[in-house]
Nanobody, 110 residues
Framework: QVQLVESGGGLVQAGGSLRLSCAAS??????MGWYRQAPGNQRELVAT???????NYADSVKGRFTISRDNAKNTVYLQMNTLLPEDTAVYYC??????WGKGTLVTVSS
């Protein structure tokens, strides 16, 4: 079974940037996505990318976050710029709407 491993989370000040990576143990020629869950909140969609490269973003991150993929490396990225305290959450990678990674924590300080 394909496994997903997220990395790149950490503590950053508001206005800063982070890049998350999601490495898959298998091929990623399938729709992939990033989701996040803040304490006390439900998991929500952040961004998705289809096998063909079409992207979709939550309104709250449009213009600040960019999802991309490197199929040769079986890796999906989430470039996060102009981070806000409300972006603080555990970020999860998803493959095909079925397989989830364990998440990486992003903390944005004000």
């Amino acid at each position: 079974q394909v496994q997903l491993v997220e990395s790149g989370g950490g503590l950053v000040q508001a206005g800063g940037s982070l890049r998350l990576s999601c490495a898959a143990s298998g091929r990623t020629i399938i729709g992939m996505g990033w989701y996040r869950q803040a304490p006390g909140n439900q998991r929500e969609l952040v961004a998705t990318i289809t096998a063909g490269g079409t992207t979709n973003y939550a309104d709250s991150v449009k213009g600040r976050f960019t999802i991309s993929r490197d199929n040769a490396k079986n890796t999906v990225y989430l470039q996060m710029n102009t981070l806000l305290p409300e972006d603080t959450a555990v970020y999860y990678c998803n493959r095909g709407g079925v397989i989830w990674g364990k998440g990486t924590l992003v903390t944005v300080s004000s």
